[in-house]
Nanobody
Framework: QVQLVESGGGLVQPGGSLRLSCVTS????????MRWYRQAPGKQREWVAT???????SFADAVKGRFTISRDNAKNTVYLQMNSLDPEDTAMYYC?????WGQGTQVTVSS
C-alpha cells in the first residue's frame, strides 16, 4: 500500500493562489498516473486533474486554465498549483494513486 500525504491547503481570498503537495511512499511513483480530486461539503468527490508518467496533463473543465499539475520524481511528490481561486473551489483536496488516497487537505476560498 502506498502512503500519500497532502499539504498546502488553507484559507485564501478569491483570486488568490495555493500550491498543494502530495508526498508518496513506495517506488512506483515515477511509473504511476497521479490524480487530484476534491470534495465539497454535501457534494460527491470529483476529479480535478491527472498527470501521467510521460508528463501529459488533463483537467476538469471547472479548473482548466487556472490549475496546473506537476511532479518531482526525485521527491516522490506531485503538486497542484491553483490560481485565480474562486469560492466554488472550496473543498477537501485529495491525492490519488491507483487505489490509494491521502487524508486530504482543506482549501477554503473566502473573503
Amino acid at each position: 500500500q502506498v502512503q500519500l500525504v497532502e499539504s498546502g491547503g488553507g484559507l485564501v481570498q478569491p483570486g488568490g493562489s495555493l500550491r498543494l503537495s502530495c508526498v508518496t511512499s513506495g517506488s512506483i511513483f515515477r511509473l504511476a498516473f497521479m490524480r487530484w480530486y476534491r470534495q465539497a461539503p454535501g457534494k460527491q468527490r470529483e476529479w480535478v486533474a491527472t498527470l501521467t508518467q510521460r508528463g501529459q496533463t488533463s483537467f476538469a473543465d471547472a479548473v482548466k486554465g487556472r490549475f496546473t499539475i506537476s511532479r518531482d520524481n526525485a521527491k516522490n511528490t506531485v503538486y497542484l498549483q491553483m490560481n485565480s481561486l474562486d469560492p466554488e473551489d472550496t473543498a477537501m483536496y485529495y491525492c490519488n494513486l491507483d487505489n490509494d488516497w491521502g487524508q486530504g487537505t482543506q482549501v477554503t476560498v473566502s473573503s
